[in-house]
Structures are given as C-alpha cells and as structure tokens.
C-alpha cells in the first residue's frame, strides 16, 4: 500500500492524504502566536503538534500496517524580494513542516507549482486574470477548485470553504507518478 501526502505549504495552505480508499483533505493546523516580524502584533504559525496529531490520525500511527510507502511532497515557499514578509513568514511555516516530518522520520521532497500545476490543471491553469495591479496571471487557484471537485466530489464542501484544491491536487498528482 502506499500514501501520499501532499502539503500547500503556508499558514493558508492544506493538507492533503491520499491512498487506497483513504482520503483526507483539510487546512495546515495553525495557531494564533505574538508575532516578532508583523508590526500588527499578531501572526500565524504551523502548529506542529496539531500536524503531528492529524498525520498520526490518518495515516501514521499504530493502525497503520508494516511496510506502508509513505512519500510527502511540500511545495517550496516563494521567494519575492519585495515581499520580504511573506517570503518569511512562507519559511517559517515551511521548517514547521519539515521538522513535523522529521520528527516522524519520513523524508519530505518539495516540489515547485509547474510541476503539479502544468499536468493538473493544464490549459486552465493559464487562462489569465487580473491581479489588482491588472496585470494578467494565471487563475490556478479558480482551476484548482474546479479540478479538485471534479477529481474528489465527496470533498467539494472542503474544496469550496477553502477556495482551492491544491494540496489535494498536489498529493493526486505525485501519488498516480508512483
């Protein structure tokens, strides 16, 4: 048997199991925490134990039977000069994650968007938007949705409520190149 866990990596992104009959999708746990970088007082973080408590409930944990293929897959933070803040705060919660999947011993490979996106969402992945400065973009995160609910219908209230498929769609993407 083998699982699949796919991970948006951010204090916004999701978690995402898949293998065999198993399927779980649902935001990174996070927490509320004094913030030492935003000058509002206030950020969120990864909380590892929740992470931790979550993987062990779905796909780590004493039911999980000998010889499980475990493979995650986290997709890389960003990095933008001028949005020094974001670029951080992507970094912190990325080391949660790693060290969450280090504490459990499990290898993590990162991933970048092209390469789940491009197969994923092909040619919607690309129809372009405007972003507030009108710039066009691609609409991945609308494409995401779409494609996530059509792959997973009994996770569209899940999909919906977040407003993207990602991590779901990142955890599909690498599970079926297995």
């Known amino acids: ?58 796909c780590i944990g004493p039911a999980t ?22 670029v951080l705060l992507g970094h912190r919660a990325f080391e949660a994650i790693l060290c969450v999947f280090e504490d459990l011993a499990i290898p993590v490979e990162t991933c970048m968007p092209r390469d789940w996106q491009t197969t994923q969402l092909g040619a919607a992945g690309t129809l372009p938007i405007k972003n507030v400065r009108g710039v066009a973009k691609a609409d991945t995160k609308k494409a995401s949705l779409l494609k996530g609910i059509a792959l997973y219908p009994q996770l569209e209230s899940v999909i ?18 297995r």
Do not use: C, W
Request: glycine letters at 12%.
């Open 1 to 58: 048997m083998k699982i699949t866990i796919g991970i948006d990596n951010g204090t916004t992104g999701t978690v995402a199991i898949v293998g065999g009959a198993l399927t779980y999708y649902g935001p990174v746990p996070v927490k509320d925490t004094v913030s030492h970088v935003k000058s509002k007082g206030f950020a969120k973080r990864i909380d590892r134990a929740a992470l931790f408590g979550l993987l062990h409930q779905h």
């Open 160 to 177: 919906r409520n977040h407003g993207d498929a990602d991590g779901l769609l990142i955890a599909h993407h690498y599970h079926k190149k």
């Open 65 to 86: 039977p000998a010889g499980v293929d475990i493979r995650v897959y986290v997709e890389a933070p960003f990095t933008m000069p001028i949005a020094s803040e974001a």
